[in-house]
């Protein structure tokens, strides 16, 4: 007697049908900077805010969300994310003007942002062209570099939260601190009201200009996760790392850069658990060499392999 063929039940059979894109066992490697990695269970594209609330309104309870955005600072890991991955994308990158305040999506990049407002001479956001991701991440996480950070030009923003409740607050009720807001884990940021000042347009142009050419000189422009470890108070992380011999050091294909020994490399094949392996053996020796533990900076996401 032939056995009957099953076909075991996926998780996207489960979930409600919205206006965005669904796909099932979604590569998420080749969507971050590592280029390395697992795939999600499901990768949700919302097409709007109204999607993305009444999606999450309608979820079993026991689904896990994710939201991903450009993986810049991210290293998911090589089971990949259980549940449903959020990415937002069209209809959550408009960069709008009205005034001195800049308006922006979720999923726009920061660097967008930055050139909107020198195209429309609005100085005071040039620091955003050196935070590689997009606004959302940067609200959520009180991203920052070259003099600035979210908190000092944030007006409010708009968030959903896990329930499908849309939330719009002022700066203040975020809870600032150092790459830090006291927003609940569960908001998905939508956008961002940022505050501007009128400017000169070429000076604005000079300073973001030389923000690049800063990033180029002291980092390297590889498969990097961006910063990984938050500097501790009194000390800069990379010196620590230095001090600590870590310069140039390797784990299979994951390597210490030379060029700024806070960022981790995938020199072209390194799997999530060289890359975290890596980040964990740096850690142990700056603590030996130093007595300073350092914190993850890089968000670690998902399931080993």
């Known amino acids: 007697m ?35 990695g697992g795939p999600a269970e499901v990768l949700f594209r919302p097409a709007d805010v109204e999607d993305l609330a009444s999606f999450l309104a309608a979820l079993p309870a026991d689904v896990a969300v994710t939201t991903l955005g450009v993986g810049s600072n991210l290293l998911v890991r090589d089971g990949g994310v259980k549940g449903v991955v959020v990415r937002l994308m069209r209809g959550f990158t408009a960069v709008v003007v009205e005034g001195h305040e800049v308006t922006s ?16 001479a609005l100085a005071g956001l040039e620091f955003l062209s050196g935070i ?18 979210i908190s000092q030009v944030l007006v ?6 896990r329930a499908g409740v849309v939330h719009r607050v002022a700066a203040a009720a975020l809870g600032f601190s150092y790459r830090h807001s006291a927003a609940p884990a569960d908001w998905i940021f939508t956008s961002a009201r940022l505050r501007a000042a ?9 300073r973001i200009a030389e923000i690049d050419a800063a990033r180029t000189d002291s980092q390297p422009r590889s498969r990097t996760g961006g910063s990984t ?5 009194g000390h800069k992380a990379w010196q620590l790392i230095d001090g600590a011999g870590c310069r140039g050091l390797r784990i299979g294909e994951a390597q210490v850069s030379e060029k700024h020994c806070n960022f981790l490399i ?35 996401l998902g399931e080993p392999a």
Do not use: K
Request: net charge neutral; hydrophobic share 45%; aromatic share 4%.
């Open 266 to 300: 995938n020199l072209g094949t390194a799997t999530a658990a060289d890359i975290e392996a890596l980040g964990e053996e740096v850690r142990r020796r700056v603590f030996e060499h130093s007595g300073v533990r350092l914190e993850w900076e890089i968000r670690r």
């Open 198 to 206: 009128p400017g000169d347009q070429l000076a604005i142009a000079r």
């Open 229 to 233: 470890f938050v500097n501790p108070p």
């Open 105 to 120: 999506g979720a999923g726009a990049l920061d660097l967008n942002v930055a050139l909107t407002a020198r195209d429309h």
């Open 156 to 161: 409010a923003a708009e968030a959903v939260d």
């Open 2 to 36: 032939m056995a009957l063929a099953t076909t075991r039940p996926h998780l996207i059979d489960r979930l409600p049908r919205p206006r965005g894109r669904l796909a099932a066992d979604a590569p998420l490697g080749p969507q971050t900077w590592f280029r390395t």
């Open 132 to 149: 590689p991701g997009t606004i959302g991440g940067a609200v959520a996480m009180n991203a920052g570099a070259y003099g600035g950070d």
